[in-house]
């Protein structure tokens, strides 16, 4: 499953860009990506983009939405987290990807830090002050990175 929701950079109530980070929820349960869409629409600046069910479908819909964040599950059927992070990195080297999962950092792949995603974070501590945090930290490595390549 894929859905997209709404334009990227459609217009606010005035007639202005919105400002609000389109973020990409991408879990295999229906139930996480509820819980993940509504943080994402109760946090301040962030609008959802669109969702899906698989890697595979994430895949496709980064390419069609271009969204500037992907909340991503570690463990789904088919491409898994890593692998579709990894697939969306080497395409789009400046896409922040957040890897989620309910295990522990340590109960998971040492191969995570090396997907290239920007943080891992335990889905049950994904707070609207924490999906804000890893924004801007995100942002930071995004700087430095271009600072470093110039």
């Known amino acids: ?5 709404g334009e990227i950079g459609e217009r ?14 991408v879990d295999d349960q229906e139930a996480f990506r509820d819980v993940m869409r509504d943080l994402v629409s109760v946090t301040p600046g962030f609008e959802l983009a669109g969702e899906a069910a698989s890697g595979e479908a994430a ?3 980064v390419g069609e939405l271009d969204p500037q964040l992907v909340l ?5 059927p088919g491409i898994g987290g890593i692998e579709a992070t990894r697939v969306l990195v080497a395409g789009h080297p400046d896409l922040p990807i957040v890897l989620v999962s309910v295990e522990d950092l340590n ?6 830090g090396q997907c290239g995603a920007a943080a891992f974070v335990r889905k ?5 002050q924490r999906l804000r945090e890893l924004w ?8 430095y ?3 470093t390549r110039s």
Do not use: H
């Open 1 to 5: 499953m894929a859905q997209a929701y």
């Open 12 to 25: 606010g109530v005035a007639g202005e860009a919105t400002d609000r980070v389109q973020t990409l929820v």
């Open 59 to 61: 895949l496709a819909l």
């Open 72 to 76: 991503m599950d570690v463990r789904m």
């Open 107 to 112: 109960g998971l792949p040492g191969v995570i």
């Open 124 to 128: 049950q501590d994904l707070r609207p």
């Open 136 to 143: 801007e930290e995100a942002q930071q490595q995004l700087s």
């Open 145 to 147: 990175s271009v600072s």
